[in-house]
């Protein structure tokens, strides 16, 4: 359900405009994909943008009409699920209201305002594929294999002493990705006092934009992305100095540089710690506070198990989740294989994890403690059974044979073949425990037993002491 | 033992109160024991005298080989100290029965082999070894359905040392990376042709099994890399990255060559390593005595000088198929001051190579040039010259080598064993006969396709330590000249006559009167021989393996005397003896109880001789193609009779004749069948008295001059 409303995301972000003309700004550092698009208000845009929403609702009007559907089929579990269903909706409707916001803006008359900016461009362009609506460019698809190395370093040696919010310790290659971009200042060494540290306050942090345009009041978590949208309050918004930077070209004057600050006390991004690491940028600050100081509210849809305060982060995990998943006893997933070897070279007592749907009971890993004792008993239950029921079998057909003996021509009538096999068939199937891989061998021991017991009743017997 | 058996009985019956054996303490009773070894049936004799000797031999039992796994429990108990066990004769070994082995033998076993038997799982696996936690051995060859949870129900045994894992080809990486992360005693692994797994497992156990001595990685998919240069390709994307850090993940081969005991390693068939990651190793593995490069074709002198660089003590090395043995081979290889044995089986030989190695400080005991190219009088008498220690010399197939080869060996090796020169075909009779005056010492002699005549075999009779003779295709010999080695070589074990047209029953009543430690027989196509060789045959009671493929003139009487006699026969092929009926079976089935394979193809027998060979408990490979007798409800009776059936090679055709669940069943049963739709020619032409073509088939000399038409 969720994958189905991802696909939509990069719509809005991706709006069917004419192709951009690339000799409109020659001199433009910015590189953004939308920098280029900019035209006047065109109602072809608008006939497309608007049945783009058209067919957004009516996809949102069935996923309600579903969720409907599923609630009063399970009445009692539905619980659990209420809070993500509410999210669905809620993100796709403020998608569609600012879709419709924009859409409308695009008529008002326009007028000029100075941009507040924080955020240097370089940043920014980093800040792409963080953003709340992936659009699965270049630059998010493609993970340096070398990355992998330093990140399960910085598993090992980055414990946060933080990170209360989430009982679980299920840190995933994605998420960690994630992080290196708050950690990537680590190896800047600042000096103390060059730089001047800004601290927001946690609603600050958590609100969901910070820009806001002066016209229509739509917000915006980049001031690119603002100025971007300006561009269509007016041509007064089109000249390369209101596209531009504000900063860097209204003063000349160097600038002291900006690092920030967590505001949570005791935490290591926070400036009374004493190791004080401060945080790049903005966003920064919040993927940091999200992720280490709030509840996940992002539950994997999949694996029902990943917890995510960072929509992105989830997205990111969801893209991967349950496909070339290499697990470590220990509990961490990797995106590919010779990572999952390098970190179980590196450590002690970590072994490779064996997804659970190929194992099905199989006597579990000491490492992962109680959670694996209930396939365990699975099996040993599974396992009872099988040889239970194989008695039966085998019963049956050395009475069979016995028979057999006396009379040579029944002896091998295929009649009696039928009946011996398809008694084992039906034993087996009825198996609570059954999956694809072990019920197969489960029916050639059942089926199998009998023969032996041409006289070896006793010995056979013993067996199911 | 039989006698003993007798003896104590009467004496019980008459003074019972009295027995010696309790003088005996039971220590003493075991040493007896332990020299009961030849034949199992003495030891079960021993245990039927009496209920102390019963219990005597239950406690000396260390090692048990079951033929079933149905009476498992029973016999588990009545030996409580079993500490081997091997499974392989079992054709059906569930995970209950795993179950039972590891509730009774808990920590006593210490090994176990699983060779050859399916059906378990996993959890019988998993069973076995939470519960048997001194398992040392586990030999698992073969479980092609294994899957990767097999593999971490292993590594829970914590004190493993040796692991077999020969063709488990579902195994990936993750399950031998349990094993090396659970298995840190081991010594000994073996993944030959684990096709599932790569460099990442392979590496992981040579970075945490830090004692491994013997590492079998034959036939493996590794791609031995080097990321040498800082460009690497990823996605069709050139990206610059460091190369530290992946050289160890990339290249399995670091941390093997880092393993501080490594003795043996086995890297035949691996197409993935070359030159060029080895030269970039810069590293060799100082402690290696075997190293196996066996059909590794991209890895030439460059490769190996560089794998050898530091191996002080590599004693044997197999190079087989590999790279031309050239100057600068047999240069590179001239370090090596330990060097024992050296194998260059099918390699391309250059007679400069040859003489190069001839040139080597140290003095080779083992050399096998079997099958090069190349190898001449030249070359093989250069060589020699320095090696006059050598003990085994194989010449199979050097097609080029004449008699001054065979006189310069024969001059200056004259303390070989070994001796094996098959198809030698330019080596004159005369040499022959210089074998036998001058290496006496031989105790393994292959003349197969030779032209050694009477007077050569009279001259090799002098060896008397002889015990593995091969004249098959040898048409120049006779009675005469076997006799000779009847009177003289009465060491002889193995005695192959394939198509040695001359060989008639007087040359065999000469064998088996002079070697009664004969095991092994083959007087295939042997057209003129009859029932007495068999007769005299049967006086020889070791004899375990018999060949009488194509013998017209043998009938059931002939068999039914070698059943007689030779209680230990374990494998029989008379295809082709038309005269064998089901009057030969009978006996076979009452005396022959350690039979396990027989080919009955061609043969007179039918659904009663058949169906009377089920009383043979071990019986486990049958090929019974062109029964004319055999009738489906004949064919199905016997097959469902006889338990242990684990191989059953049969006509296509009744395959439609019989229910598809009753091969079901016995496919469940642990039965494999293999279908042969090959056209009943010989006995069809022979029907059309057309005496020609039974001619063809088998006069041997008729047959060589066929073969070379062919070539």
């Known amino acids: ?465 | 033992m039989n006698l003993l058996t007798k003896m104590k009985k009467p004496k019980q019956t008459h003074v019972p109160s009295t027995n010696y054996f309790d003088l005996l303490s039971e220590e003493i009773v075991f040493s007896i024991l332990d020299f009961l070894d030849d034949n199992p049936l003495d030891k079960k004799s021993f245990s039927l005298v009496c209920k102390s000797f019963y219990t005597t031999e239950s406690l000396h039992r260390r090692a048990l080989k079951p033929l079933r796994s149905e009476h498992l429990t029973k016999i588990l108990h009545r030996y409580p100290c079993i500490t081997n066990l091997d499974l392989s004769l079992c054709p059906r070994i569930d995970d209950s029965s795993l179950t039972v082995i590891s509730n009774v033998c808990k920590n006593m076993l210490r090994s176990i082999d699983l060779s050859r038997t399916k059906f378990f799982t996993h959890v019988g696996l998993s069973n076995l070894v939470l519960n048997c936690v001194n398992l040392v051995d586990i030999d698992l060859s073969n479980a092609t359905e294994l899957k990767d949870p097999a593999a971490a129900a292993i590594a829970e045994a914590k004190n493993l040392e040796r692991l077999w894992l020969r063709r488990c080809k579902a195994i990936t990486d993750i399950g031998i990376g349990c094993v090396a992360v659970g298995c840190k005693k081991l010594r000994l692994i073996s993944l030959k042709w684990c096709l599932g797994i790569g460099d990442l497992g392979v590496g992981l156990i040579a970075v945490k099994c830090k004692e491994i001595r013997s590492l079998d990685l034959s036939y493996l998919p590794l791609y031995v890399k080097l990321w040498t240069e800082d460009l690497v390709t990823y996605a069709g994307l050139v990206i610059t990255m460091p190369a530290v850090g992946l050289e160890i993940t990339k290249n399995c081969l670091l941390p093997i060559l880092e393993l501080q005991y490594l003795e043996d390693l086995f890297l035949e068939g691996c197409f993935g390593i070359d030159d060029d990651s080895l030269a970039a190793l810069k590293k060799g593995c100082k402690s290696l005595e075997t190293l196996d490069m066996s059909s590794c074709q991209n890895v030439s002198h460059v490769g190996l000088s560089s794998l050898t660089s530091d191996t002080a003590c590599l004693r044997q090395l197999i190079l087989a198929y590999g790279s031309p043995v050239t100057l600068a081979l047999a240069d590179s290889l001239q370090k090596l001051s330990m060097l024992q044995s050296i194998k260059l089986d099918g390699c391309l030989v250059t007679c400069p190579g040859l003489k190069a190695i001839g040139n080597w400080c140290i003095s080779l005991r083992e050399l096998s040039l079997s099958k090069c190219l190349g190898v001449t009088d030249e070359g093989l008498s250069s060589l020699v010259t320095k090696h006059k220690d050598l003990r085994k010399l194989d010449v199979t197939c050097c097609r080029k080598i004449t008699h001054v080869s065979i006189a310069h060996i024969t001059n200056l090796c004259t303390s070989l064993t070994s001796l094996r020169m098959e198809s030698c075909t330019l080596v004159s009779r005369e040499s022959f006969v210089l074998i036998g005056q001058r290496c006496q010492c031989l105790e393994e002699l292959d003349l197969t396709d030779n032209e050694i005549d009477d007077e050569g075999l009279k001259s090799i009779s002098r060896c008397s330590k002889l015990s593995n003779l091969k004249l098959g295709i040898c048409l120049n010999i006779t009675d005469g000249g076997l006799a000779h080695i009847g009177l003289c070589c009465s060491q002889l074990i193995e005695l192959d006559l394939y198509r040695s047209a001359g060989i008639m029953d007087t040359g065999i009543l000469a064998i088996a009167r002079g070697c009664p430690g004969l095991e092994m027989v083959n007087i295939a196509y042997c057209t003129e021989i009859t029932d007495h060789s068999l007769m005299s045959l049967s006086r020889c009671s070791k004899l375990n393996t018999l060949e009488t493929r194509g013998c017209p003139l043998i009938t059931s009487l002939g068999l039914a005397a070698i059943a007689v006699g030779c209680k230990q026969l374990a494998k029989l092929d008379t295809k082709k003896c038309y005269n064998i009926d089901d009057a030969g079976m009978i006996p076979l089935a009452h005396f022959s109880q350690n039979l396990r394979q027989i080919n009955l193809s061609y043969s007179s027998v039918t659904d009663v001789g058949l169906l009377s060979l089920a009383s043979i408990s071990c019986l486990q490979s049958m090929t019974i193609l062109h029964l004319k007798g055999l009738t489906p409800s004949g064919l199905a009776a016997a097959l469902l009779a006889c338990v242990g059936l684990t191989k059953v090679k049969l006509q296509e055709s009744f395959k439609s004749l019989l229910p598809r669940l009753l091969f079901e069943h016995l496919e469940a049963r642990g039965c494999v069948f293999q279908w042969r739709d090959k056209v009943f020619q010989i006995i069809e032409m022979a029907l059309r008295s057309t005496f020609y073509y039974l001619q063809a088939e088998v006069d041997p000399i008729f047959w060589k001059l066929q073969l070379e038409d062919v070539e």
């Not at chain 1, 993100?91 to 008002?108: E, H, K, M, N, R």
């Not at chain 1, 994630?178 to 958590?206: M, R, V």
């Not at chain 1, 697990?327 to 007592?349: N, V």
């Open chain 1, 1 to 465: 359900m969720i994958g189905r409303i991802d696909q939509q995301f990069p719509g809005f972000n991706q709006r069917p405009e004419t192709p951009p003309s690339a000799a409109f700004n020659p001199n433009s550092q910015l590189k953004i994909p939308d920098a280029s698009k900019t035209q006047d208000w065109d109602p072809r845009t608008m006939l497309s943008n608007l049945s783009f929403l058209e067919d957004k609702i009516h996809q949102l009007q069935d996923l309600v009409h579903l969720i409907v559907g599923r609630r009063a089929e399970v009445v009692g579990r539905s619980n659990e699920f209420v809070p993500q269903q509410q999210q669905l909706i809620t993100a796709d409707l403020t998608s569609i209201i600012v879709q419709l916001i924009s859409t409308a803006g695009s008529l008002l008359p326009s007028s000029k305002h100075s941009l507040p900016s924080v955020t240097p461009i370089v940043t920014q362009l980093g800040q792409l594929d963080g953003g709340l609506f992936p659009t699965g460019s270049g630059l998010n698809g493609f993970v340096p294999p070398h990355n992998g190395v330093s990140k399960v370093e910085d598993q090992s040696n980055q414990i946060d002493p933080t990170n209360v919010c989430g009982p679980e310790q299920n840190y995933s290659v994605e998420e960690n990705e994630s992080k290196d971009e708050e950690d990537a200042d680590d190896g800047e060494n600042l000096p103390p006092g060059s730089y001047e540290i800004l601290q927001l306050e946690k609603e600050e942090i958590l609100a969901p934009h910070t820009h806001f345009c002066v016209i229509c009041g739509k917000g915006f978590k980049r001031d690119a992305n603002l100025r971007m949208h300006m561009r269509g309050h007016g041509d007064e918004y089109k000249t390369p100095a209101a596209l531009a930077k504000p900063h860097k070209e209204s003063n000349s004057e160097p600038m002291l540089i900006k690092r920030y600050s967590c505001p949570y006390v005791g935490c290591k991004r926070n400036k009374d710690h004493k190791k004080f690491q401060p945080l790049k940028t903005i966003l920064c600050v919040k993927n940091h506070y999200k992720r280490t100081h709030c509840y996940k509210s992002y539950t994997c849809s999949r694996c029902n198990t990943k917890k995510f305060s960072v929509l992105a982060d989830l997205k990111t995990h969801e893209k991967h989740c349950g496909r070339d998943k290499w697990l470590c006893s220990c509990g961490t997933t990797f995106s590919r294989k010779d990572k999952l070897f390098g970190h179980i070279a590196l450590f002690q007592g970590h072994s490779p994890a064996i997804p659970s749907d190929e194992t099905k009971g199989l006597a579990g890993h000491s490492d992962r403690g109680e959670i694996d004792e209930a396939p365990n008993k699975v099996a040993r239950l599974d396992f009872n059974f099988s040889s239970d029921t194989s008695i039966e079998g085998g019963i049956h057909n050395a009475t069979n044979s016995k028979g057999s003996v006396d009379d040579p021509t029944g002896y091998f009538s295929p009649l009696n073949f039928d009946t011996c096999n398809f008694n084992g068939f039906r034993e087996f199937s009825r198996n609570p425990f059954d999956d694809s891989e072990s019920s197969f061998s489960f029916l050639i021991s059942g089926s199998c037993k009998y023969p032996g017991k041409t006289g070896e009743e006793p010995g056979s017997n013993d067996l199911q002491r």
